[in-house]
C-alpha cells in the first residue's frame, strides 16, 4: 500500500507541476497590458473576497471538508477540489483558470 501512495503522490506532483508550469507559460505569453489585468483582477477579488470575509470562510471550510473526506491517496480529487475552490472563489473569467 505503501508503494501505490508513493505513486500517487509523484502522479499528483508531477501534474500539479505541470500545471502550474503551464499557467507561468501562460501568463508570460500575456502583453504586459494583459499581465497588468490579470494582477489587478485577482487584487481586486482578493479585496472584495476580504471584504466578505464571513462568505469567504464559508467557501473555503466547504472546500476543506471535501478535500478532508478524500483519502490520503486520491491526489488527483484533492488537486480538482482545489481547482474547484480556485474558480468558486477567483471565478474563470481570465485565460489562466480555464
Do not use: C
Amino acid at each position: 500500500m505503501a508503494k501505490s501512495n508513493s505513486n500517487s503522490n509523484s502522479i499528483a506532483a508531477i501534474i500539479l507541476g505541470a500545471a502550474v508550469g503551464l499557467t507561468i507559460l501562460r501568463f508570460f505569453s500575456l502583453s504586459k497590458d494583459e499581465r497588468d489585468q490579470v494582477l489587478s483582477d485577482i487584487k481586486n477579488k482578493t479585496h472584495d473576497l476580504l471584504d466578505d470575509a464571513e462568505a469567504t470562510v464559508e467557501k473555503v471550510k466547504h472546500y476543506v471538508e471535501e478535500l478532508k473526506s478524500k483519502a490520503p491517496e486520491e491526489w488527483t480529487d484533492k488537486i480538482f477540489v482545489l481547482k474547484n475552490m480556485l474558480k468558486d472563489l477567483y471565478g474563470a473569467e481570465h485565460k489562466l483558470l480555464r
